[in-house]
């Protein structure tokens, strides 16, 4: 979909961190190429009491240079706040440190496509059809689990290890796709820390 009518950009970014679209504009390019809209007939987490995990209320994702990520998990919001290159990121618009309930994060198998960013940094395709481990945290634990997708037009299922579906607490949940061989620590933060 390279139409230009269904996407803008700001000029208060650099590209290509600065190109938007909508749910509306999304919906009236797949109009124009004669498809429908599209219905997701599954759900794609289970909401409700999530199994016991090991404590862990502080998480950081080594993405490489400034791209790390980190969490720590606020008992009064039940959320992650969320921190960027060591520093809180916060919505633009609001001030607000942003903090999803729920932190997936999914170890996957990446292909070199050949495809480069503006900055010559390659942008590799991530495998999401298969299994593989998993971690999920939420209410300030870690739940080791599997994630299993059949196909693309299936959603991923999270199981633990006795084939169960894993259940979250409502709210919002950001996935995370690592390479396998990438490092993700957690630990359980002490008063003192």
């Known amino acids: 979909m390279g139409d230009a009518r269904y996407f803008w950009r700001t000029r208060d970014r ?3 961190h600065n190109l938007y679209t909508s749910t509306f504009l999304l919906q009236e390019a797949m109009k124009a190429r004669g498809e429908e809209t599209y219905h997701w007939e599954y759900d794609l987490f289970r909401f409700g009491e999530p199994p016991e995990g090991t404590k862990a209320s502080d998480i950081k994702i080594a993405y490489p240079g400034s791209y790390a ?5 606020d008992a009064t919001t039940r959320t992650y706040l969320h921190e960027m290159g060591g ?4 919505d633009r618009i609001s ?3 942003l903090s999803p309930t729920t932190v997936m994060v999914l170890y ?3 292909e070199d496509l050949g495809i480069r960013d503006m900055a010559g940094e390659l942008s590799p395709d991530c495998r999401v ?8 945290f939420c209410a300030g634990m870690v739940i080791p689990a599997r994630w299993e997708r059949e196909d693309i037009s299936r959603p991923i299922l999270f199981s633990l290890q ?11 949940v950001w996935v995370h796709l690592v390479p396998k061989w990438l490092k993700v620590m957690y630990t359980e933060r002490t008063e003192a820390g």
Do not use: M
């Open 14 to 16: 650099r590209a290509p």
């Open 69 to 73: 990520v980190g969490y720590h998990y």
């Open 87 to 90: 520093s809180p990121h916060v």
């Open 95 to 97: 001030g607000v440190q």
């Open 108 to 110: 996957v198998d990446y």
């Open 129 to 136: 059809v298969g299994s593989g481990d998993a971690l999920v």
């Open 162 to 172: 006795d084939g169960s579906e894993v259940a979250i607490p409502p709210g919002q």
